[in-house]
C-alpha cells in the first residue's frame, strides 16, 4: 500500500472519525437543521464513510444524542453562559444577574438555542434526545432556583422559574426576530424580579 492510499484510509476512518463526524454535526445542525442534514452529507463533510459513521453511531438518533451532550459540555458554546451560575468568584445575586448582562454573538442570535431548536426538531420522532434536551432545561431551571436561594430569594422557586423563563423567552426572540434587542429588554425585566426578591444593592 502507497503512503498517499494509506493517508487516505486514515483520513476516511481512524481515531479521529467519531470526533470528525461530531464536530461536522455541531456546524451542519445548526447552520441546516437536523432533519435537513441527511447521512450522506455528514459522512461527506466529515470525510468518512458510511459504514464508518454507523461503527460508531447506530443511528442518526445516537449521533443526535451525542450532539446535545456536545452542545452541554462546550464551554464556549452557546449553553456555555449557564456556567455563571457556578463561579465562585461572584456572590449569588451577583451570578443571577450576570446571566442576563451580555448579548450573545449575533451567529448564536440568528442559529438560536441548539437545544431548543433539537426539542423542536426533534419532537415526537428521537425520545432519547429530547429527553436529554428536557434533562438539561429542567437542571437549568434547578439551579438558578438553588442560586435564587443562595442570594436570599423569599420565593427561590418561583424567582427561578422566571428567571428561567425571561432567559429562554429572550434567546427565542431574539432568533425569531433576528435581533438582540429583547436581550436588552430582559436585563431590566430580570433585575427587576432579582430585586424584588432579594433587596437592592
Given at each position: 500500500?502507497?503512503?498517499?492510499?494509506?493517508t487516505?484510509?486514515?483520513?476516511k476512518g481512524?481515531?479521529g472519525?467519531?470526533?470528525?463526524?461530531?464536530?461536522?454535526?455541531?456546524q451542519?445542525?445548526?447552520?441546516?437543521?437536523i432533519?435537513?442534514?441527511?447521512?450522506?452529507?455528514?459522512?461527506e463533510v466529515?470525510?468518512v464513510?458510511?459504514?464508518?459513521?454507523?461503527?460508531?453511531f447506530?443511528?442518526k438518533?445516537a449521533?443526535v444524542s451525542?450532539?446535545v451532550q456536545?452542545?452541554e459540555?462546550?464551554?464556549d458554546g452557546?449553553?456555555?453562559?449557564?456556567a455563571?451560575l457556578e463561579?465562585?468568584d461572584?456572590?449569588?445575586?451577583?451570578r443571577?444577574?450576570?446571566?442576563f448582562?451580555?448579548?450573545?454573538?449575533i451567529e448564536e442570535i440568528?442559529?438560536?438555542?441548539?437545544?431548543?431548536?433539537?426539542?423542536v426538531?426533534?419532537a415526537?420522532?428521537?425520545?432519547?434526545?429530547?429527553?436529554l434536551?428536557?434533562?438539561?432545561?429542567?437542571q437549568?431551571?434547578a439551579?438558578?432556583?438553588?442560586?435564587?436561594?443562595?442570594?436570599?430569594?423569599r420565593?427561590?422557586?418561583?424567582l427561578g422559574?422566571?428567571?428561567?423563563v425571561?432567559?429562554?423567552?429572550?434567546?427565542?426572540l431574539s432568533?425569531?426576530?433576528?435581533?438582540?434587542?429583547?436581550y436588552?429588554?430582559?436585563?431590566?425585566?430580570?433585575?427587576a424580579?432579582i430585586?424584588?426578591?432579594?433587596?437592592?444593592t
Amino acid at each position: 500500500m502507497g503512503t498517499s492510499e494509506a493517508t487516505a484510509r486514515a483520513t476516511k476512518g481512524g481515531r479521529g472519525a467519531r470526533e470528525r463526524i461530531l464536530r461536522t454535526a455541531v456546524q451542519l445542525f445548526a447552520r441546516e437543521g437536523i432533519h435537513a442534514t441527511g447521512i450522506a452529507k455528514l459522512t461527506e463533510v466529515a470525510h468518512v464513510s458510511t459504514r464508518t459513521f454507523y461503527q460508531h453511531f447506530p443511528s442518526k438518533e445516537a449521533l443526535v444524542s451525542a450532539y446535545v451532550q456536545r452542545i452541554e459540555s462546550d464551554s464556549d458554546g452557546p449553553v456555555g453562559v449557564e456556567a455563571i451560575l457556578e463561579r465562585s468568584d461572584l456572590s449569588a445575586r451577583e451570578r443571577l444577574l450576570e446571566l442576563f448582562a451580555d448579548s450573545p454573538p449575533i451567529e448564536e442570535i440568528v442559529r438560536g438555542c441548539p437545544l431548543h431548536n433539537t426539542a423542536v426538531e426533534t419532537a415526537g420522532t428521537m425520545p432519547e434526545a429530547a429527553a436529554l434536551v428536557e434533562r438539561h432545561k429542567r437542571q437549568f431551571t434547578a439551579r438558578l432556583v438553588k442560586t435564587a436561594a443562595e442570594a436570599g430569594a423569599r420565593d427561590p422557586e418561583t424567582l427561578g422559574r422566571q428567571l428561567a423563563v425571561l432567559f429562554e423567552g429572550a434567546r427565542a426572540l431574539s432568533t425569531s426576530i433576528n435581533d438582540s434587542q429583547p436581550y436588552q429588554d430582559v436585563r431590566a425585566l430580570a433585575e427587576a424580579l432579582i430585586n424584588q426578591e432579594t433587596g437592592p444593592t
